[in-house]
């Protein structure tokens, strides 16, 4: 009876049922809380190859986290604020600073989770070679503790060279923790981190790769993150891995790093305990929890922006989008990757346009104003909705 039933079935007909299924449930789901333009990507590889296209749209459609990051996530809210409480208002740490940039400074503050802070020095580290023993000269000075998080920590000249100012600072009695991610770092977590071990530094790997499990973490979400934070009195920070400049082939790496000095210090030491919170959910005996000194600096002033899947997204990308509305004579940009949204193109081409013989266009800059706003209040909608879905 079941095979006479089966044979009378038209499975043509029925896939060609299913794929069209497939593309009017994309049309409804796919474009929500997602850039038109990325909706479109999604939307025509779905209607071209429905089941293929679902199947990659559930692998990586979505930047989202496993159910313990997430309840762990909440955890590390709860952390920053210990560890970076917000003294006093916007306008007593923000003091006196060029009007236009207000809007962008506003905005940062109510994305992010960490406040505006002054009293920061920087130092600007340009040269690939010298950022690395200048790394590697803080690290030899350490008294208390070295905590390093990067995306690229490779076995290599450079990175064998960074990895033995970890082992005479664990030598000496200086607690070592060095976080690397799991994909990005597979060859100094493989090389260098049995050495480490050795001498008694904590060597983790962050964001396993697991496709399930409590703790699973996907391949495309990658933690790209770049600090090293030394006796919590020094940080280095910037776009530059532990890797030789001369990794790829046919190329040199030119990048950016900081060095920097002040309150600052202690948000970017909250991130990196925060990244290694998720992967071990226990905080390291040297974390210092003490609440920090109140008083007000308005001078070298900074703002933490932390990115990825548990933080407030897109906030990087709105806070750089302001600061272009507000421009008065140019923008800069560097950057090795440029793939810009379109919000974020618009905001190029309108601060191009904004100024015309050399005055500003004042409706242009009414226009701006006015997109700005909008952005703003869409970006703090989506703030709450993720703030909602981690809340206990």
Avoid at 63 to 68: N, P
Avoid at 222 to 240: E, L, P, T, W, Y
Avoid at 356 to 371: K, L, N, S, T, V
């Amino acid at each position: 009876m079941l095979a006479d039933m089966l044979s009378e079935i038209h499975w043509g007909t029925l896939y060609v049922a299913s794929e069209w299924a497939v593309r009017v449930a994309a049309l409804v789901y796919v474009p929500q809380r997602r850039p038109p333009s990325a909706a479109r990507a999604w939307l025509l590889l779905i209607f071209f190859l429905p089941w293929v296209g679902v199947a990659l749209y559930l692998l990586i459609g979505r930047a989202y986290q496993a159910r313990r990051r997430l309840k762990v996530q909440r955890q590390i809210y709860e952390l920053i604020r210990e560890l970076a409480p917000r003294p006093g208002t916007f306008e007593s740490r923000v003091g006196i600073v060029p009007p236009e940039l207000i809007p962008a400074l506003r905005l940062a503050d109510r994305l992010s989770e960490f406040p505006l802070v002054g009293g920061n020095r920087f130092e600007l580290l340009p040269h690939y070679d010298a950022a690395l023993e200048r790394i590697v000269a803080d690290v030899d000075a350490a008294q208390r503790y070295v905590h390093l998080l990067f995306y690229i920590f490779e076995d290599d000249d450079a990175g064998r060279n960074v990895a033995a100012a970890l082992e005479r600072a664990a030598r000496r009695g200086v607690t070592v923790r060095v976080l690397g991610d799991a994909v990005g770092s597979r060859s100094g977590l493989k090389g260098l981190g049995p050495r480490l071990r050795a001498v008694g530094a904590e060597v983790i790997a962050v964001m396993p790769l697991r496709l399930w499990g409590p703790n699973a973490a996907r391949f495309d979400l990658r933690n790209h993150r770049k600090i090293v934070v030394v006796d919590g009195a020094s940080a280095f920070f910037g776009s530059q891995n532990i890797v030789s400049a001369h990794a790829n082939r046919g190329m040199i790496n030119e990048e950016m790093l900081v060095r920097t000095t002040g309150p600052v210090v202690r948000h970017l030491q909250a991130v990196l305990i925060g990244d290694r919170f998720l992967e071990t959910g226990s905080l390291p005996p040297e974390s210092d929890l003490s609440a920090p000194p109140r008083e007000v600096v308005r001078s070298g002033l900074a703002q933490v922006v932390a990115s990825g899947p548990g933080y407030n997204e897109g906030t990087a990308e709105s806070v750089m989008i302001a600061l272009m509305f507000g421009a008065r004579s140019r923008v800069t940009l560097t950057s090795p990757y440029v793939i810009p949204s379109e919000p974020f193109l618009a905001a190029m081409c309108s601060a191009a346009r904004a100024r015309r013989g050399g005055e500003p266009d004042r409706r242009q800059a009414i226009e701006q104003a006015a997109r700005a706003a909008c952005a703003a209040v869409v970006l703090r909608r989506d703030a709450a909705r993720r703030r909602r879905r981690l809340s206990p």
